[in-house]
């Protein structure tokens, strides 16, 4: 083919092809152009509405502070309570009701506490309050030892005392008493001392019972407590208050083989109480440990069997 005819042909598929590019730019020229426009249009209202949503949230309207937090608190629990917990060192001076994690902060801050067994939920309630559920350790019993008195709760749990209404029927009666108690844990932290466990334990079966108004038992002695006595001493000894010993015996923590169940011994008890009656005013001691019960009047009498 001569060369001119190639060059004929050249030009001409190069003028075709640029004639197309031309009706394509112009077609996506205005494309492209409001596309650009329409984005700049999209991030500027973006960019618009988080700026009015930020200044917004910031409004004292939509800001809590712990400060002005309210907590229906049970009877048990005083008013020094009520004040420490809105003023906690961890605590900021105020929140943000949109803040990023405020519900898990406030929960992870709250579930540090020691009188605080566990966080249930936070809530963010509009527009600027929180609705905050947690359990709390109530106790269930004081220990004393000598002239010292500790409050724990049913897992054994020492508990500061200066949050709680001492004189409070749910937990002021018996006392838990040792004069051999281990060493005393940080507040929070479980007692490891198997005399409270088991004085814990007793004393919440008596309570199920009613058991301790009944023979208006003011102390539970676990002094003895799994320190296997060989002169027939009783683990555990419940005094009345006439100054009346009821010897309980051992503690299931300590697995002593044939040992009563509570169960068993109470039944004892009351089959004494049917003879001396439930203030067990006129005995010395009474002893629950075994199948037939035992028991000794300040003045003897043959109407119970007394041990020799």
């Not at 109530?138 to 049913?154: C, E, F, G, M, T």
């Not at 010897?247 to 299931?252: A, D, E, F, L, N």
Request: hydrophobic share 40%; with cysteine.
């Amino acid at each position: 083919m001569p060369l001119m005819m190639q060059f004929s042909i050249l030009s001409a598929f190069v003028s075709a092809f640029s004639g197309k590019i031309h009706v394509i730019k112009r077609t996506l020229y205005p494309f492209f152009f409001r596309f650009v426009v329409s984005s700049c249009i999209i991030i500027f209202m973006i960019w618009g509405i988080q700026k009015i949503w930020y200044s917004l949230i910031e409004l004292s309207i939509f800001q809590v502070s712990p400060a002005t937090f309210s907590f229906h608190t049970p009877s048990w629990m005083n008013d020094h309570f009520t004040d420490d917990i809105k003023h906690l060192v961890a605590l900021n001076d105020q929140y943000g009701m949109y803040e990023d994690n405020l519900t898990k902060k406030i929960a992870e801050i709250y579930g540090r506490l020691v009188l605080v067994k566990n966080v249930e939920s936070v809530k963010r309630v509009f527009p600027n309050k929180l609705a905050i559920k947690f359990v709390l350790r109530k106790p269930i019993a004081i220990v004393k030892s000598r002239n010292n008195l500790y409050l724990v709760d049913h897992e054994g749990v020492l508990l500061p005392k200066e949050y709680y209404t001492l004189k409070n029927t749910e937990y002021d009666s018996p006392y838990i008493q040792s004069n051999k108690l281990a060493r005393l844990p940080l507040y929070g932290k479980e007692w490891d001392d198997k005399g409270v466990k088991a004085g814990i334990a007793l004393v919440k079966f008596l309570r199920a019972n009613n058991i301790h108004n009944i023979f208006k038992i003011v102390s539970v002695d676990v002094s003895n407590v799994c320190k296997r006595n060989s002169a027939g001493k009783s683990d555990i000894v419940l005094w009345t208050e006439n100054n009346t010993q009821i010897r309980w015996g051992c503690s299931p923590l300590c697995n002593e083989q044939n040992e009563l169940s509570d169960e068993e011994k109470l039944q004892n008890l009351l089959s004494i109480a049917k003879t001396e009656g439930t203030n067990l005013r006129l005995m010395e001691y009474v002893d629950v440990r075994w199948k037939k019960p035992l028991g000794k009047r300040w003045v003897k009498s043959n109407d119970i069997t007394e041990e020799p």
